[in-house]
């Protein structure tokens, strides 16, 4: 692929989170009096920002504490984003891992000279904070997050603005990521696209998506 520059998602595409978002999401549900989460579920929740997970998490605690629960009130969201957030800050890193491949695939794209932005749904206090923890902020000159611009992914505005702080038009810039949000996003905003495996799509198989190319490893895309 001809491309001039490089965003790049970062939950389930350079840092596994998971174990992350588990932690904060059972210290949350302790604090609101609910259920536990299993893993297999949260995997399912997780990608679309911060604000659509606790709701999601909320929605189905409260249901299966109370089958006649009423969905979770604007006041009741309020507060378990305050508790999640609190536990955010503290949790953030400890439970992650960078996947296998990302720094060679980095220092490979940064040896092009590809211009590189991190762009994410995760709030960008935290998506800077988690590069910086694991060695990966080097790599880009800008980081984007959730609450960086109105609409998040797969909205395509987070990529038509990145790809105007790096200069260029769209179809010269490229979209890693490991979801159907961020090919959605892709699409929508005109962007080459390759997507990772390893990732979290809502539990399904990220080969059916339509992308440029599927990769195993960011290492992958040097080949």
């Given amino acids: 692929m001809q491309v001039e520059a490089c965003m790049i998602d ?29 893993r297999l579920h949260l995997e399912g929740m997780v990608g679309k920002g911060s604000e659509h997970l ?3 998490v909320l929605k189905r605690q409260k249901s299966l504490k109370d089958p006649r629960a009423e969905p979770p009130s ?20 400890q439970a992650s891992v960078v996947y296998p491949g990302v720094m060679a695939g980095l220092q490979g794209l940064a040896a092009l000279g590809l211009p590189m932005a991190c762009l994410t749904n995760k709030p960008r206090d935290l998506a800077q904070k988690l590069l910086q923890q694991k060695g990966l902020s080097e790599f880009f000159q800008v980081v984007f997050g959730g609450d960086s611009f109105e609409r998040k992914k797969p909205d395509p505005l987070p990529l038509l603005k990145t790809c105007e702080f790096l200069g260029f038009e769209p179809g010269q810039v490229l979209m890693i990521g490991d979801s159907s949000n961020d090919a959605q996003a892709a699409h929508a905003a005109g962007c080459k696209l390759v997507l990772l495996s390893h990732g979290y799509n809502h539990g399904q198989p990220i080969r059916e998506v339509p992308a440029d190319h599927h990769l195993d490893s960011l290492a992958e895309i040097l080949l």
């Fill in 54 to 56: 606790i709701e999601s």
């Fill in 74 to 93: 604007e006041a009741e969201l309020k507060q378990a984003w305050h508790i999640y957030q609190t536990h955010y800050q503290r949790v953030n890193g």
């Fill in 10 to 38: 970062l939950d389930g595409t350079l840092v596994d989170t998971m174990g992350d978002f588990a932690a904060v999401v059972a210290l949350m549900l302790h604090d609101l009096g609910l259920p536990d989460l299993d």
